[in-house]
């Protein structure tokens, strides 16, 4: 059996769980071997994984542990809060996205930021919704750019009087002449 | 001839006749754009006079230069960097003039919400000017980055793009912007 590079991408997830069937798994390991984008994505992948595990063990073992400050702990709940925030806004991609999921199923307090998270969106963007302008800019807008318009007739009209002055000065001097 | 209903006509469409100097649809393309503008400006700068003059100089910006935009569907990204070099210009304003903003100690009585229903209590008002408060007390690029993020609905390339940064700085500042107004709102939450 075979798989293509998609595929292999839709699985290294799963795969990183040990929920391969034996057949799959060894078509997996055959493409890893075999394709060198692929296995350079499946690193990186492994690494942001093992970073989020690793994160996250840390958070729960030093919140039971006790009161003294761990500023290691501080940066990575923070990288952890920043992978649950663009899991909101839809900005991870698929298998970090899978990964996110899966941490909302089995860990209630990353479920809890999830929701909270959401809320907040949802606040904000009521806020923004009900924001109004206190006044009817495009009105006032349209008169100023009316009123520019103007000066154009004005410049036209004197264009035209000066011409016919002209043309009279002219006339004049010819008749003079005469 | 029929006559054209602009309040109804597309978005796109609209732009195109206002860049071929339709002054009706002009007029009905400022109505539609205002309250974004508006919005956005009122989220960014302390509540006082420079907002309604930022969004009027915004929005004759965008008037002015509207022939230059060769694609009408990039329409929203060329405005919200309209808006962004306007809030920019500002800034540089004010730091030359030497004004000093106390982020700390915006008057909540001052941002108001006009067009409240008498019923719509001062409940609503009270979260909305909190929700203002908070977000402009945001230290400038996290306040950037969530207004983008939340009221123009951009992707974190786009945010990336428009403020001149990278993609993971965008992620951090939104999730900062989101911690702190967690903690600042908590109550509404």
């Known amino acids: ?178 | 001839m029929t006559k054209i209903n602009y309040k109804k006509l597309p978005f796109n469409e609209l732009i195109y006749l206002t860049q071929n100097s339709d002054i009706k649809a002009t007029a009905e393309l400022l109505r539609r754009i205002q309250k974004n503008i508006y919005t956005f400006f009122c989220h960014l700068c302390p509540p006082n006079n420079s907002v309604s003059d930022l969004t009027q100089e915004a929005l004759i910006k965008i008037v002015e230069n509207i022939k230059s935009l060769k694609n009408v569907e990039n329409f929203k990204k060329w405005s919200n960097k309209i808006a962004l070099n306007t809030f920019y210009d500002s800034l540089r304003k004010e730091k030359r003039r030497n004004k000093h903003h106390e982020m700390d100690e915006i008057d909540l009585t001052v941002i108001e919400d006009h067009k409240s229903k008498p019923l719509d209590n001062c409940h609503s008002k009270e979260i909305c000017n909190k929700i203002k408060a908070c977000i402009i007390n945001l230290p400038l690029n996290y306040r950037l980055a969530i207004v983008l993020r939340e009221l123009e609905g951009l992707s974190y390339e786009e945010i990336a793009k428009l403020t001149n940064t990278n993609l993971g700085t965008v992620k951090s500042r939104i999730s900062r912007a989101r911690e702190k107004l967690q903690t600042d709102l908590a109550e509404y939450i």
């Open chain 1, 1 to 178: 059996m075979e798989i293509n590079c998609f595929q292999f991408e839709m699985l290294m997830n799963f795969y990183l769980d040990n929920e391969l069937s034996n057949k799959i798994k060894k078509a997996f390991e055959a493409h890893l071997e075999n394709c060198k984008q692929c296995r350079e994505k499946f690193t990186m992948f492994k690494k942001i994984i093992n970073d989020l595990r690793n994160t996250y063990s840390e958070i729960s073992s030093s919140s039971k542990n006790d009161s003294t400050p761990n500023r290691i702990s501080q940066t990575k709940q923070d990288e952890i809060n920043d992978y649950i925030s663009a899991y909101v806004d839809n900005e991870l991609d698929i298998n970090e996205n899978i990964k996110i999921k899966k941490m909302i199923i089995n860990k209630s307090d990353i479920k809890e930021k999830v929701e909270r998270m959401y809320s907040l969106k949802t606040l904000l963007q009521d806020n923004f919704q009900k924001s109004t302008p206190k006044q009817d800019y495009s009105k006032n807008l349209m008169k100023q750019f009316s009123k520019k318009d103007k000066p154009q007739n004005k410049d036209y009209l004197l264009a035209t009087l000066s011409f016919i002055v002209l043309c009279l000065v002219w006339i004049f001097m010819l008749i003079a002449s005469l």
